[in-house]
């Protein structure tokens, strides 16, 4: 079977005005505080501030990402580390038998840099509101 070319949507990575007011930025920056619950070269993951579940983090990308959509293949590796990022959340936390990984696009996202939520243990009867 022939896989279908990948089309994106025009490339929407960032301006100038998006970096300077974003808060996951000035995270990954060290310009604002989180806590931390794992990091590597391309991921930060961090408690969320306003949780929605017993555990709530945010696997964020380090770079700027403002759409899923329009991520280009070379930067696939970014959701691969997001993708072991969250199992190692998962597993460190003991989460396997419950937990949700929510990925919000479009209009929904409050946040418009490239992020995940995990929620784990028990969820907040209103938690979509949340994510």
């Not at 808060?23 to 806590?35: D, L």
């Not at 993708?83 to 929510?102: G, M």
Request: with cysteine; proline share 5%.
């Amino acid at each position: 079977m022939n896989a279908l070319p990948l089309v994106l949507a025009t490339p929407y990575y960032y301006t100038d005005f998006d970096m300077a007011d974003c808060i996951f930025c000035k995270i990954v920056k060290g310009e604002f505080p989180a806590s931390v619950e794992l990091e590597s070269d391309n991921v930060i993951a961090f408690k969320s501030i306003d949780p929605a579940a017993e555990f709530h983090f945010l696997v964020v990308s380090k770079k700027h990402i403002r759409e899923f959509i329009s991520i280009p293949q070379s930067d696939f590796k970014i959701l691969s580390d997001m993708a072991e990022t969250a199992q190692a959340i998962i597993k460190k936390r003991d989460l396997s038998r419950a937990y949700k990984l929510i990925f919000n696009g479009g209009k929904y996202p409050e946040m418009k840099h490239l992020h995940w939520h995990l929620l784990g243990g028990e969820l907040e009867e209103d938690y979509h509101k949340k994510t």
